[in-house]
């Protein structure tokens, strides 16, 4: 989040890259996502969905005005951020083929987000972003008047859960954990507590959770 921490994965991905392409893409527009990519413009391609490029467009501003509000200290790294758009932009999904790994993107959504974005590479390592987490309740962030496109219907149907599903159920042989602290928390497996949770709902005083 911030330039001054985009500059450091840049630094960093230059030192492992050495003389390398490097690419910049991440799994949604969120800010403590995606607000240093500033630091990768001209050093990297930058690649994104074309629903990720239209959610940073919209909401962008408006999701760095919400954030520099969290803390003082969350604003001092927001502070010089410039939103930049990608340099590529796919539709439905894109292979990048990096020399001896291939790369494939594919748009989800929406779900965490108006679009989201899954990176599997090898077709084993799988990044997802906010679209799993671990012994949390899934993150959806409905912030009216800035955001108000989460999709829990999105999220535990369609595409992702199919892909998704080796990945929760990770055996040793084949599936890598995508947590250290052991299984993901996908929210379509956590069964009944959706109901409850929706049934809850108009008991808040805006009406939802
Ligand atoms: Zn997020």
Do not use: C
């Amino acid at each position: 989040m911030g330039p001054r921490n985009g500059a450091h994965v840049l630094e960093q991905a230059r030192r492992l890259a050495g003389d390398r392409r490097l690419y910049l893409t991440i799994t949604h527009f969120h800010p403590e996502h995606g607000f240093g990519a500033q630091a990768f413009k001209g050093a990297a391609t930058i690649v994104y969905n074309r629903g990720q490029r239209a959610d940073l467009r919209r909401k962008g501003a408006g999701y760095l005005g919400m954030f520099k509000g969290q803390s003082p200290a969350v604003a001092a790294e927001l502070e010089d951020v410039e939103l930049v758009d990608p340099d590529l932009v796919y539709e439905g999904e894109a292979e990048i083929d990096l020399g001896g790994r291939t790369v494939l993107l594919r748009e989800v959504g929406p779900a965490h987000t108006g679009s989201d974005q899954i990176v599997l590479i090898d077709g084993r390592v799988l990044f997802a972003g906010d679209l799993l987490e671990t012994r949390i309740f899934p993150i959806a962030p409905y912030f009216p008047p800035h955001d108000t496109d989460v999709d829990g219907e999105g999220w535990i149907g369609g595409e992702f859960d199919k892909l998704s599903k080796p990945y929760t159920d990770p055996s040793p042989a084949s599936s890598p954990t995508p947590s250290s602290t052991g299984g993901s928390t996908h929210w379509a497996d956590r069964g009944p507590l959706v109901p409850w949770v929706s049934g809850r709902a108009p008991e808040t005083p805006s009406g939802y959770l």
